[in-house]
């Protein structure tokens, strides 16, 4: 089943219990071209600028991501507004990255992960310096399936925080509850202790850390956290930011996860904390996730965040 396939039965919006207050070859380009942190615009004055991230997970991992990040590319260039990043599978990073060089797009492309260790025996991991020569600016970090399935911890999702740090990658660090721990009325516990293990290290990276709340039962699921729902936990994020510096919380972008289509992004992307949508199954698809980019752009010009 592919990540469409997940996504597309259900379209349910959820409301919140009163408990929750709730391919190509990697070739030498790679390494000389594509890092262009220079070539991204700095946030609006006054206001984060809106991204719209995709996580692509098992998918377009050879000729086909080249092919999506092309599409995505052209959409993005007619809205500069909105900040869009693409996460394929470590195959096609370099490929992708090079494809965006060459056609001058200020697409930013992810890791879907980082090991915390630069060089050694760790069979099977990718790290920082990797992603960066492979052309990756960011990498996503703690996303709730590499929590569930692939034993991603608080602990492990620190070290790997700090290990971007160090390697000069930018990162989108995942949060969220399961639905039990959000019908245990735990939500904001959860939250607040996934958060609060990386703040130290968010702080560091000066703000260009971004934060994506997924509650992990809306993602590949359909249903959606309501608007109104989700602003109030990526409110309560902000709060807990501040905490520890203000600035950083004005500065941080928090987007939001989970199911989010071309048909639901817009309400979602008008809640003033949230600043992006981080899109899995629909990312795979140029014209709707184009639609969600042009959404947050849109957005922006009438001063969202402004
Ligand atoms: C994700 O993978 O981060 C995600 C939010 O997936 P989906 O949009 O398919 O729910």
New binding site residues.
């Given amino acids: 089943m592919s990540?469409n396939d997940?996504?597309e039965n259900a379209d349910t919006t959820v409301v919140a219990e009163p408990s929750v207050t709730e391919q190509a070859t990697p070739d030498e380009k790679a390494s000389e071209a594509p890092i262009a942190d220079d070539a991204i615009p700095a946030a609006p004055k006054g206001g984060r600028r809106p991204m719209i991230a995709g996580?692509w997970?098992l998918n377009a991992g050879g000729a086909d991501g080249c092919d999506l990040a092309l599409a995505v590319a052209r959409y993005a260039a007619d809205h500069e507004e909105t900040e869009v990043v693409v996460a394929p599978p470590f195959t096609a990073i370099a490929a992708v990255s090079n494809e965006l060089y060459n056609k001058k797009s200020d697409v930013g492309v992810a890791g879907q992960d980082v090991y915390w260790e630069d060089s050694g025996a760790f069979t099977g991991e990718v790290s920082a310096s990797m992603l960066r020569m492979a052309g990756a600016t960011w990498a996503?970090i703690g996303?709730?399936?590499r929590r569930q399935h692939f034993g991603e911890t608080d602990e492990t999702v620190v070290k790997k925080v700090a290990a971007a740090n160090a390697g000069g990658l930018k990162c989108i660090v995942?949060v969220g509850e399961t639905l039990d721990q959000r019908e245990a009325g735990q939500t904001l516990e959860v939250i607040g202790r996934q958060v609060s293990a990386v703040v130290g290290e968010l702080a560091k990276s000066g703000g260009d850390g971004v934060i994506?709340y997924?509650p992990v039962w809306?993602?590949?699921?359909g249903k959606v956290a309501s608007p109104e729902d989700a602003q109030e936990i990526h409110g309560a994020i902000r709060k807990l930011l501040a905490e520890t510096d203000v600035e950083l919380a004005e500065q941080t972008r928090i987007l939001y996860?989970?199911?989010?289509?071309a048909n639901n992004a817009e309400g979602l992307l008008a809640q003033p904390d949230i600043d992006g949508a981080?899109?899995?199954?629909?990312?795979l698809e140029a014209d709707g996730f184009g639609k969600i980019i042009e959404i947050a752009a849109k957005l922006a010009r009438q001063g969202k965040n402004g």
Avoid: M
């Fill in positions: 990540a997940e996504t996580n997970k996503i996303h709730s399936e995942c994506a997924e809306a993602i590949g699921t996860g989970g199911s989010v289509k981080l899109v899995g199954g629909a990312s």
